[in-house]
């Protein structure tokens, strides 16, 4: 063979050497085959006036997640791990601009439901409720 050939064949090895523990998974999961994080859905319909600003309260003090605007709706997912064993979703909101005005719902979930909860536009009332995804 010829140097060019042998050095050529030689190169085009260590680029496969190179790449094959790219391609092998040894045993690991692929992202598509990874578990997924069992989460509890939440979704928040704000029917004040005023914009809320919505935490998760916790034994180790209130998180906060997010303002909603005044009429506004959203929703977003809470990973199971972050509740206690009791899976006691504990969620409160503070109407912005008057620091009175506050509301405190709580719903024992599962893994997979989903909290509704309806602000008022008196914030005292809002409700909430739990449903099957």
Do not use: K, Y
Not at 88 to 98: H, M, T
């Amino acid at each position: 063979m010829s140097r060019i050939l042998r050095r050529s064949l030689a190169l085009a090895g260590l680029v496969a050497l190179a790449a094959a523990p790219a391609a092998c998974v040894h045993g690991q999961q692929t992202p598509a085959d990874a578990p997924t994080e069992a989460v509890v859905g939440v979704q928040v319909i704000n029917h004040a006036a005023s914009p809320v600003s919505i935490s998760l309260d916790s034994g180790a003090g209130r998180q906060p997640l997010l303002v909603l605007g005044a009429h506004g709706v959203t929703s977003f997912e809470v990973p199971i791990r972050s509740l206690a064993q009791s899976r006691i979703v504990r969620l409160s909101a503070r109407e912005l601009g008057n620091a009175r005005q506050v509301a405190r719902v709580s719903a024992r979930v599962m893994a997979g439901q989903t909290i509704v909860w309806t602000i008022e536009p008196n914030i005292a009332f809002s409700s909430v409720s739990a449903r099957a995804r």
